[in-house]
């Protein structure tokens, strides 16, 4: 699909530029002209929001770091001042903070679009793993943008962080001094983290790039998970996809709008409003919402080291998926027992969320005693996120190969084109079979 | 074209012409190259550790007739807090009772502070779970208990309950005279 280019140069310039660098064919290749499945739907939009996202946060940052003072006894104030004195410091601190929340929310979608129909799967195998490397490097930026108001939990959350290195044997303590530059957390921490969390988005821009080449080799993937067979498939990307992406952009940044300017805290903790004290630990330390389904598995096992291997090895999980998907059909759509199985996946990793905000001993149904099994109580959220964190491996490890293995799945239409002219909707307008052919 | 060119690039091992040589040339670049990006590897590695200002100022000194009997005095060493709790007659007993507990992490009472001191308890204040900091007199037994993860700990500072591994860590310190300590 990347192969044969259809660029023409229109005047003398272009010619010119054309032979010494040919920024305006591979412009007119990859935005342009690109052939996309015709049958692409909103839960494809994501990639083009969180392109806008990235953006979003780079700029905003950019800017909040010519205010910002990555010093232990400056830098609580020096947010407090962007957000009171500065020039609509106030909006870009607001847009970066929440914004953090918003590009988690368009890569959660994106990635359970992408499970929903079996776009990890060959031949986008690469394309799969460079998303994993992305959501890695985010959840890494995140963690280090979270440390820099340097509030109560911004300090405590990088004290419990780094502290998981320590469970390494032998040399954790060695490498957790290393990272503190010192025996605790403190002003040398405050000032490399923020020196990581400007260089992070710049590899994670870095990394997009590869995934959007990966992504313009084998083409997208689609609803029906079939194969393009022909261009009768597809459309060109302009403008029917610039256009479908621009009205769902448009939507993400009305509930973006929401938060910054109705609700700019209520993602965030009220503890973070107390500048950081060493000597002092919150009442309950919680990551952001987005990290709070590994914090719940971290927190499942009672040993400190098994822990923290389940932490990572959760997300790890992930980057062997292509090769633990036996089945042949990639779209759940064909798929009837196996989606059953993603919805309760889906449903699980809520659970898990909602287990991590909680503390582990508090009770899931108040009021019920319930009994104590093994070292705490059935009903209580340990064992809740015992049993979430089984199922969240079970469906990778477990489920996944066996049921490409034992289900039967429905007939998958023979191309792209065959449930969309069979639909209902299809009948009435007579036919959309070739919209690339219209005005 | 039946000719063989000659000299234009010789086979480097094709024998005659000195083949030693270039190989000797390929392979001193080559661990060159090697020891330079190794050798300024351990550079850019080691400013991460703690730098010399920062273990300069690693011992304090502290005057324990602050700390009046049954309370607890936090003190900031080394950017952690250092607990001083001067123990109650009541609290001694109980730790001196739990030696012989199941404990996770054992060590005796005695083993804890310094002889003839058994009032004075000096430990860092950091949860060894994941360094959080354990509120005074909370859990159950009197000691301390962790906020964060509900590890509890005993009045002589040991792990009795909860996911921390080992007991609250006793700081290298000294008595300079009847009531002042040097802690680091």
């Not at chain 1, 929440?98 to 590009?103: E, K, L």
């Not at chain 1, 943008?145 to 040399?171: C, D, E, K, R």
């Not at chain 1, 313009?216 to 990307?237: A, I, Y």
Request: glycine content about 8%; aromatic content about 14%.
């Amino acid at each position: 699909m990347s192969g044969h280019s259809t660029y023409e140069p229109k005047n003398g310039f272009e010619r010119w530029l054309d032979t010494r660098l040919p920024l305006l064919r591979f412009a007119n290749d990859t935005i342009i002209t690109f052939p996309t499945p015709k049958n692409l739907n909103y839960w494809y939009t994501f990639g083009g929001i969180l392109s806008l996202m990235l953006g979003m946060q780079i700029v905003t940052g950019i800017i909040l770091a010519m205010h910002y003072v990555p010093h232990v006894d400056m830098a609580f104030n020096s947010v407090q001042r962007i957000k009171r004195d500065v020039n609509f410091g106030w909006l870009i601190q607001g847009l970066h903070a929440n914004g953090a929340s918003m590009f988690f929310l368009a890569v959660y979608i994106h990635m359970f679009r992408n499970l929903y129909y079996g776009s990890y799967k060959a031949p986008r195998e690469v394309l799969w793993i460079l998303g994993c490397v992305i959501y890695l490097l985010m959840i890494g930026t995140a963690f280090f943008g979270y440390v820099l108001p340097w509030g109560q939990m911004s300090f405590h959350g990088a004290v419990v962080i780094t502290n998981l290195i320590g469970a390494i044997p032998i040399v954790g303590h060695a490498i957790t001094t290393w990272l503190w530059g010192g025996f605790a957390v403190d002003d040398a921490t405050l000032n490399r983290f923020f020196s990581l969390h400007y260089l992070l988005p710049f590899m994670i821009a870095g990394v997009v790039g590869l995934h959007i080449w990966a992504l313009h080799v084998p083409g997208n993937n689609n609803p029906t998970g079939v194969n393009v067979t022909s261009t009768q498939d597809t459309v060109p990307f302009h403008p029917y996809y610039t256009v479908k992406d621009g009205f769902a952009i448009s939507v993400f940044l009305i509930l973006y709008a929401v938060f910054v300017f109705y609700l700019p805290d209520a993602l965030g903790d009220a503890a973070n409003y107390i500048q950081a004290n060493p000597l002092v630990t919150p009442q309950h330390i919680v990551p952001e919402w987005y990290l709070l389904p590994f914090y719940a598995i971290l927190r499942a096992v009672p040993n400190k080291l098994a822990g923290v291997i389940l932490m990572f090895g959760a997300i790890a999980t992930l980057f062997v998926l292509p090769w633990l998907d036996t089945s042949k059909v990639r779209s759940l759509r064909y798929r009837p027992t196996m989606r059953w199985y993603y919805f309760i996946f889906f449903l699980n990793c809520i659970v898990l969320g909602f287990c991590g905000a909680h503390a582990p001993d508090d009770l899931v149904i108040p009021g019920v005693s319930g009994l104590q099994l093994g070292d705490a109580n059935i009903n209580s959220f340990v064992w809740l996120s015992r049993i979430a964190a089984a199922y969240y491996f079970a469906y990778f490890w477990v489920i996944t190969p066996l049921m490409g293995l034992t289900e039967t799945p429905l007939a998958e239409p023979e191309s792209i084109s065959t449930p969309v002219l069979s639909h209902p909707a299809a009948m009435l307008a007579g036919a959309a079979a070739s919209p690339e052919k219209r005005g | 074209m039946a000719d063989t060119v000659v000299g234009a690039n010789p086979d480097p091992h094709v024998s005659g012409e000195n083949p030693d040589r270039r190989d000797f040339i390929h392979i001193a670049a080559g661990v060159a190259a090697v020891g330079l990006v190794g050798g300024l590897a351990w550079p850019f590695i080691d400013q991460m550790n703690p730098a010399g200002d920062t273990l300069a100022l690693a011992s304090i000194e502290f005057d324990l007739s602050k700390v009046v009997e049954g309370q607890q005095v936090v003190v900031k060493w080394r950017g952690k807090p250092l607990f001083v709790r001067h123990r109650t007659p009541k609290e001694i007993a109980e730790a001196i009772q739990a030696d012989h507990a199941d404990l996770r992490d054992p060590a005796t009472d005695e083993s804890r502070h310094k002889p003839g001191k058994a009032q004075y308890l000096v430990l860092i204040g950091t949860c060894t779970h994941l360094g959080c900091v354990p509120t005074f007199g909370g859990g159950d037994y009197g000691g301390w208990f962790c906020p964060c993860h509900g590890s509890v700990y005993d009045t002589s500072g040991r792990i009795r309950k909860g996911p921390a591994p080992l007991n609250l860590a006793v700081p290298e310190y000294s008595f300079l005279s009847d009531t002042k300590v040097k802690v680091g």
